[in-house]
């Protein structure tokens, strides 16, 4: 049985930086992505970045030059650093990884940016 458990999530000041990661449990086979998304409280769940399986990666518009995807295989957990954070930055953010045609997610860890 697979499992993503999402962390790092929290409270900061705009400007500040986070950390989450997913570490995963149980076998995957041929992942194609793994990516982080986010959803905040009357919108859709979006996309903000994405580690594609041949090691390129996609950001989405307001995560580009602040956010970073990576991965360390040794304890199976993907990262999402998210550096000079703003409000709008503020939802419940999910680990996704899609391998062997289906769809995996975790629970989502809240972040909040608060002035």
């Known amino acids: 049985q697979v499992q993503l458990v999402e962390s790092g999530g929290g409270l900061v000041q705009p400007g500040g930086s986070l950390r989450l990661s997913c570490t995963v449990s149980?076998?995957?086979?041929?992942?194609?992505?793994m990516g982080w998304y986010r959803q905040s409280p009357g919108k859709q769940r979006e996309l903000v970045a994405a580690?594609?399986?041949?090691?390129?990666?996609n950001y989405a518009a307001s995560a580009k030059g602040r956010f970073t995807i990576s991965r360390d295989n040794a304890k199976n957990t993907v990262y999402l650093q998210m550096n000079s954070l703003t409000p709008e930055d503020t939802a419940v953010y999910y680990c996704?990884?899609?391998?062997?045609?289906?769809?995996?997610w975790g629970q989502g860890t809240q972040v909040i940016v608060f002035s």
């Open positions: 996704n990884i899609i391998s062997g045609g289906y769809d995996y």
């Open positions: 149980g076998t995957l086979f041929s992942i194609t992505r």
């Open positions: 580690l594609n399986s041949g090691g390129s990666t």
